[in-house]
T-cell receptor
Framework: GENVEQHPSTLSVQEGDSAVIKCTYSDSASNYFPWYKQELGKGPQLIIDIRSNVGEKKDQRIAVTLNKTAKHFSLHITETQPEDSAVYFCAASNYGQNFVFGPGTRLSVLP | KAGVTQTPRYLIKTRGQQVTLSCSPISGHRSVSWYQQTPGQGLQFLFEYFSETQRNKGNFPGRFSGRQFSNSRSEMNVSTLELGDSALYLC????????????FGQGTRLTVV
C-alpha cells in the first residue's frame, strides 16, 4: 500500500522567510496530493492540492510542486507570517481511495 | 455555506462502554470519510461512505463501524472501548468519492478512562 514520508518534522523560520516541506510517496498510481494545515484544537484545513497531470500550482504565498518521476512533492510558503504557525500534513491518494497522510511538520514562525 | 459539523466535540467514556459520533457533511457532499488522529499514529483512515454504502475500510478492528443516512449524515460507532481508542476522530466531507477535495470537521475528542 501507499506510504508517505514527510520532512522535516519540525521547522522554525523567521517571519518573512520562506518555508519548504517535502513529502515522498511510494505508490506510483497515486494521482492526488493535498496539503492540510492544522491549528491547535481544530480539524485539518485544506490549503492547496495538486493532481498528477500538473507540475506546479500556486495560490498567493503558497505553492506546491510535484515530481512524479522521483515521487515527491513539496509545499512552499513565502513571506511567512506568525499565523502560518501550525502543523502541516501532506497526503497522497489514488482515485476512489482514501488519503494516506504524512506524519506532519510543525512549523513555527518566529516574530 | 456551512462546513462539516461533528458532534459532540468532547466525550469521556469508560473502558468497555460504546460510543456513537456524528458527522454532518457540507450540503451537497455525498462522501463522508472518518479518520482517527493520535500523536503516535498520526492520521489513519477508518472508513468511507458514499451514497449510504461503505466504499472503503481501513485496518481497524470490527469494534469500529459506521453508517451513512440518505441525507449523507454519517455516524461512527466504537464498541467495547479500550484505553487506546482515545483519540481525535475526524470526519471529512467530499463532493464525490474520496480523492476529490476533502474538508474536515473540527473533530470529536474521545477520552477513554
Amino acid at each position: 500500500g501507499e506510504n508517505v514520508e514527510q520532512h522535516p518534522s519540525t521547522l522554525s523560520v523567521q517571519e518573512g522567510d520562506s518555508a519548504v516541506i517535502k513529502c515522498t510517496y511510494s505508490d506510483s498510481a497515486s494521482n492526488y496530493f493535498p496539503w492540510y494545515k492544522q491549528e491547535l484544537g481544530k480539524g485539518p484545513q485544506l490549503i492547496i492540492d495538486i493532481r498528477s497531470n500538473v507540475g506546479e500550482k500556486k495560490d498567493q504565498r503558497i505553492a506546491v510542486t510535484l515530481n512524479k518521476t522521483a515521487k515527491h512533492f513539496s509545499l512552499h510558503i513565502t513571506e511567512t507570517q506568525p499565523e502560518d504557525s501550525a502543523v502541516y500534513f501532506c497526503a497522497a491518494s489514488n482515485y476512489g481511495q482514501n488519503f494516506v497522510f504524512g506524519p506532519g511538520t510543525r512549523l513555527s514562525v518566529l516574530p | 455555506k456551512a462546513g462539516v459539523t461533528q458532534t459532540p466535540r468532547y466525550l469521556i467514556k469508560t473502558r468497555g462502554q460504546q460510543v456513537t459520533l456524528s458527522c454532518s457533511p457540507i450540503s451537497g457532499h455525498r462522501s463522508v470519510s472518518w479518520y482517527q488522529q493520535t500523536p503516535g499514529q498520526g492520521l489513519q483512515f477508518l472508513f468511507e461512505y458514499f451514497s449510504e454504502t461503505q466504499r472503503n475500510k481501513g485496518n481497524f478492528p470490527g469494534r469500529f463501524s459506521g453508517r451513512q443516512f440518505s441525507n449523507s449524515r454519517s455516524e461512527m460507532n466504537v464498541s467495547t472501548l479500550e484505553l487506546g481508542d482515545s483519540a481525535l476522530y475526524l470526519c471529512a466531507s467530499s463532493p464525490e468519492v474520496h480523492n476529490t477535495e476533502a474538508f474536515f470537521g473540527q473533530g470529536t475528542r474521545l477520552t477513554v478512562v
